[in-house]
């Protein structure tokens, strides 16, 4: 059974850090590219960033380009997403996805979900 389990989420002042991690279990992660995507209120799921499988290939939203960096740890089974110079626009759940092979910026690409964590950014 596979599992995407999201934690690190919180509330936090504009400007301050959060980092994300989503720990995988029940699938050879080494060979799934792994997504970060974010959903606010009444909007569709965004996509953030990516990763390749061993992680020499990144993706970021520009809405996010140069304060995020998505990370991985693939004897851990783990990715992450620091998240610097939050901003209230940055509120929103923030899903990690498992897409096999390729980095992809589309939601219905991706295999498996995890859960979500709520960031919420404070003004």
């Known amino acids: 059974q596979v599992q995407l389990v999201e934690s690190g989420g919180g509330l936090v002042q504009a400007g301050g850090s959060l980092r994300l991690s989503c720990a995988a279990s029940?699938?050879?992660?080494?060979?799934?590219?792994m997504g970060w995507f974010r959903q606010a209120p009444g909007k569709e799921r965004e996509f953030v960033s990516g990763i390749s499988t061993a992680g020499g290939t990144t993706y970021y939203a520009d809405s996010v380009k140069g304060r995020f960096t998505i990370s991985r740890d693939n004897a851990k089974n783990t990715v992450y997403l620091q998240m610097n110079s939050l901003k209230p626009e940055d509120t929103a759940v923030y899903y990690c996805?498992?897409?096999?092979?390729?980095?992809?910026?589309?939601?219905?690409?991706?295999?498996?979900w995890g859960q979500g964590t709520q960031v919420t950014v404070s003004s």
């Open positions: 996805g498992a897409e096999r092979m390729r980095i992809s910026r589309i939601a219905r690409d991706y295999d498996y």
């Open positions: 029940g699938l050879a992660f080494s060979i799934y590219a």
